[in-house]
């Protein structure tokens, strides 16, 4: 037990003390960086080519200093997204049913409840970044008028109980929320498929060194096979579970500073975080509210299927890489299962806009050679619902550990020979010496 322990913390330090680890993580994290910055990088180089936008304003409140203080806003706007606004302009009437928008980018209606205040936006063609500087100043123009007349008391009592103003923006078709998930469900397979491959390389270019240098000889005469196969997918499966969860807190961490510190906007106080990075992406509340349910479950997702396709990627790798006596050898004996993988990296990418809809994905879905790439995409883009994705993530778990229990006895029959002969001859060699020793 103490030799494996060596083996296992020995292997592992070595790969998280790696150069190539720490510049792979960087480039990670500045990759990650740039693509949760990218609405404020598009903001930042806004030219203002498309002029400033004319919005209509019908004010069905009794509060008359709507159109004053909208006005002020009109420079913060402008501010906040470059030399490009928006300007507000009165109308006298509105009706919901029959509209014209008149030259106008949009009409704003806005509304009382009670003592507080809602808005309705009305889009004709309107960004979504000067949708979100609109609404950031409807939250503050509501605050400026809950407070208005109000005690100190009143005003602290008030600002320690606002909730996010209703805002709905109304759009030709409300399809927001799905082109949101599906465009980031076409990319999610992506993370996936670079860390199942740099954990499969990992694994099959460590055996394969052991044995063209014979170091594997040494290694199994002080540990045996099956626990020198153990710590070579043991210690891969760990560091792959590290890598994912660095990948994750670095996009946290961009996210927030995304929001909190180069998003540029004067957050409205009371907001919760979803309404935070509605306001800063310019989403909806209520679609934005459905992204965040549906996060949890595509996190766990997102960790299993990575996690377990790995694993099974990693065995399968590592038995290939036990009858190679040369790296030609491993790169020759490893391209099918590479083509299998860029099968279900390419399905994900692609069969999430039909998903739904086309049973051949679907079916896909389920094989776990394709499984951990295509399920948490399709899971995301909505075309398969949470129990669907369970049952693929167990096949999945099943087929590893039985694949393990399959490839075990074989990779203690392969580990120390250096056959030469095809592929084939060598699988059915390992196979029939592992059923002869049992």
Not at 34 to 58: E, P
Not at 74 to 84: H, M, R, V, W
Not at 421 to 432: E, G, H, L, P, Q
């Amino acid at each position: 037990m103490n030799k494996f322990k060596y083996l296992f913390t020995y292997q592992l330090k070595q790969k998280l003390t790696a150069k190539s680890f720490l510049v792979s993580n960087i480039i990670i994290f500045v990759v990650l960086m740039l693509l949760l910055n990218i609405n404020n990088i598009v903001r930042a180089f806004d030219d203002g080519s498309d002029g400033a936008d004319l919005v209509y304003v019908y004010n069905q409140t009794g509060y008359v200093n709507i159109m004053s203080e909208l006005e002020v806003y009109e420079d913060e706007i402008s501010s906040q997204l470059g030399t490009s606004g928006v300007y507000f302009e009165a109308i006298a009437s509105f009706d919901p049913d029959s509209y014209e928008f008149d030259g106008s980018s949009a009409i704003l209606v806005i509304n009382q409840e009670g003592e507080s205040l809602s808005a309705d936006l009305f889009i004709k063609d309107l960004n979504v970044y000067k949708r979100t500087a609109i609404q950031n100043a409807l939250e503050k123009l509501r605050q400026d008028y809950l407070l208005e007349d109000k005690t100190p008391e009143e005003k602290e009592l008030i600002i320690e109980f606002l909730t996010p103003m209703d805002f709905i923006p109304h759009l030709t078709e409300d399809t927001q929320g799905k082109e949101i998930l599906s465009g980031i469900a076409s990319f999610v397979s992506l993370p996936i498929f670079m860390l199942i491959i740099f954990a499969v390389q990992a694994v099959g270019a460590s055996i394969v060194e052991e044995k063209q240098t014979k170091a594997v000889e040494y290694i199994i005469a002080n540990v045996s096979p099956n626990k020198h196969f153990f710590a070579k997918i043991l210690t891969n499966f760990v560091f792959l579970t590290i890598q994912l969860l660095l990948i994750l807190v670095y996009a946290l961490i961009g996210g927030l500073l995304s929001i909190y510190v180069f998003g540029g906007y004067d957050m409205p106080a009371g907001l919760g975080l979803s309404d935070t990075i509605a306001l800063s992406y310019g989403i909806d509340n209520a679609t934005m509210d459905n992204i965040m349910k549906q996060l949890p479950l595509t996190v766990f997702f997102f960790i299993g299927f990575t996690g377990l396709g790995g694993l099974l990627y990693m065995i399968v790798m590592g038995f290939v890489a036990s009858i190679s006596t040369s790296n030609e050898d491993y790169g020759q004996f490893q391209t099918p299962l590479m083509m299998l993988m860029l099968g279900g990296f390419y399905a994900a990418m692609f069969g999430t806009m039909f998903g739904d809809t086309n049973i051949i994905i679907k079916i896909m879905a389920y094989i776990p050679v394709f499984s951990p790439f295509m399920a948490p995409s399709l899971y995301l883009a909505g075309a398969f619902n949470w129990i669907e994705a369970l049952i693929s993530l167990m096949i999945l778990a099943g087929t590893s550990l039985f694949m393990y229990k399959l490839i075990m006895p074989m990779y203690k029959n392969a580990i120390l020979s250096y056959s030469t002969d095809k592929m084939t001859v060598r699988i059915k060699k390992a196979f029939s010496r592992s059923k002869h020793n049992k």
